[in-house]
């Protein structure tokens, strides 16, 4: 049975999905003769290890208790309370000290997974010792991913341990798929791609002449948008992961060298106008021009998206008009999209689309990423 | 640098792409830091080997050689002749001996990928031996997956080691997707896929109310079609690709358990008539029921496509009623489409479309195949 050490940041959403799916996949994983050994979790406050990281796991029951206390809101320092001995809680002040101990160890003798499904901007150093002392790196958190090029090329030095499809896309195998295009010396021409469920669900609303004000506050009821719905209109989140793929490509840029088109002006932004004010007497003021945009590229036969476009040097995130029978203009509702054209996908592109959001399915991609690194364990 | 020793066998269209690819990918794969060591290339008469297959390569110049000789049609026995020293050729006599003779050496010391790029249904039992020595097995060739289950059983002995995405939908990532949802513990509840570039061709010609005759003798002046269009209107090789991913679901069952239906009759079959007769003067008497299929169709709002159906046990490949509206009722012209539906593609299948056919794009897909396998080489 092969043995896959792994240490898990971030028990919140994807991370508890993560959980719960390594202990249900118990039997199909051993039928595959793979082991995942979780050897240590961790939330921004405390990190919970067994006393031998080397030799013990964190146990099945043990894991799903985490998620119960999790998926409750309560932190994993609740653990503190509970201890009777096979496992240890590392608190704030040593958290990260230990972590980057326990990679150091690991990497170097069992090997080591390890997996950030945290959103925070705090993980890089971590991350980028642990790649160093040879441990793999999986990220469902795509901050690492998009912070300076010198941080990039530390996290990546050895490409085979670096997994990280579940940060664009979710589970939708984008990355797996682009990186067999790469290794097979297809050179991709362009990239368009629908990358945020919230907006892709926005933008096929505002196609049936409902005004965005109206669109964006449905939304945020259904639980399709952040809290502070900009956070999903500013379209940051979507040059994140278009930077990821840019990035993929061999193209050496930075956040800063993305053409961003945010769907509301500064003077509307957080800083400035509450979450409520904006929903209440922001957005209005920005339906007219949307409405005139979408009668005007239905006029052309189009319908408008807020896209990624990756194409030479050019990384641009925003509003876009497609041709309405084109996989993207076809698009509906909160999935996600992806066309790769290249030279075996010349004049009908690559489509990848499906479920591009949601826990379950995140969590999901970062399993199989795991799995997916079996071989670089002894 | 890494180095995977590859076998070759079958060097038509797909086989001598491969070549190609490997050679114009010499510095991007340095980079990666993996070398492709060809060892061997063999067409059904022959074998080219260096002198010692466990040092020395076949040459990039040599290769190129081999890839001119193939694209004008002519067999590797033609290098009897050039043979200066250098390489041998082995012929037809030796040729399985001596193939299956390599992969037992290199299996056992350097590893190896045994690459099966034949149409060939002869090719099974050197790569059941291949995998039972350790060496790793790449196919573009779906014969040996679709034969018997104890063939089958032998060849994915080490599913890892086993790798064919150009089996189904050329270099579409199919197989690498599904790989991925299996390897996550996400049930895959059932498939639907247009998977013969030629007959999702032919169906959407239909819907615009052209007759079947006049579409099929197009598509052979088209060169969509094989010399016989039976060969591909008998949907066998559909079955064959659903087959495949029947058997990577785990279900244990073979061609004859395939619902397969052929859109000719079996008194049109290739015992009973000729090529010519069939598309001058059998295919007509088959318009009036498509056309009348083709309008009930449309009538509910939906189209026909030749589709893959699999569902619980039950596989079934054959003329199927689609929504206009669904992924499969807009696909046109020759591109292939496959939805996974499963817990995490639930009401919105996982989409993955594009072209499923060509030397090139399927050459590419298995290069992909090998450079995936690099971990497993030491």
């Known amino acids: 049975m092969k043995k896959i050490p792994v240490l898990l940041m971030g028990c919140g959403g994807v991370g508890r999905h993560l959980l719960q799916h390594i202990v249900s996949c118990r039997s199909l ?138 940060t664009v896309g979710a589970g939708l195998p984008v990355i797996a798929s682009m990186n067999r295009i790469i290794s097979s010396g297809d050179p991709v021409h362009s990239i368009l791609g629908s990358l945020s469920g919230t907006l892709g669900y926005v933008m096929s609303e505002l196609e049936d002449g409902k005004p965005l004000s109206q669109v964006v506050r449905a939304a945020k009821t259904l639980g399709y948008t952040e809290p502070d719905p900009r956070d999903d209109l500013s379209g940051m989140d979507v040059a994140r992961k278009a930077l990821i793929l840019a990035r993929l490509l061999g193209k050496r840029i930075t956040m800063e060298s993305i053409e961003i088109e945010s769907l509301y002006p500064e003077e509307m932004g957080p800083g400035l106008m509450s979450v409520d004010d904006f929903l209440q007497n922001g957005i209005v003021k920005l339906d007219q021009n949307i409405e005139e945009r979408v009668k005007k590229a239905s006029s052309n036969g189009c319908v408008l998206r807020y896209a990624c476009v990756i194409e030479g040097s050019s990384v641009q995130v925003g509003i876009r008009e497609v041709p309405k029978d084109s996989p993207l203009g076809r698009l509906r509702g909160s999935d996600n999209i992806v066309e790769i054209y290249s030279r075996c996908y010349k004049e009908q592109p690559l489509v990848i689309q499906g479920a591009g959001a949601g826990n379950d399915t995140t969590a999901a991609g970062v399993l199989a990423d795991i799995i997916d690194l079996q071989d670089l364990f002894p």
Do not use: W
């Open 29 to 166: 994983h051993a039928k595959m003769g793979v082991h995942i050994r979780v050897i240590g979790v961790s939330d921004s406050k405390s990190l919970l290890v067994p006393m031998d990281v080397l030799k013990e796991e964190l146990n099945d029951e043990f894991l799903s208790q985490v998620c119960r206390i999790k998926s409750n809101g309560s932190p994993l320092s609740t653990f503190s309370a509970l201890e009777k001995g096979g496992f240890r809680v590392v608190g704030e002040s040593e958290l990260r000290k230990e972590t980057e101990e326990i990679t150091q160890i690991l990497g170097k003798s069992t090997g080591l997974a390890v997996v950030d499904c945290s959103a925070s901007m705090e993980t890089i150093e971590i991350l980028m010792k642990a790649a160093e002392s040879g441990c793999c790196v999986v990220l469902a958190n795509k901050k690492p991913l998009t912070s300076t090029l010198e941080h990039y090329d530390k996290l990546v030095l050895h490409p085979r341990r670096v997994r990280h499809e579940s």
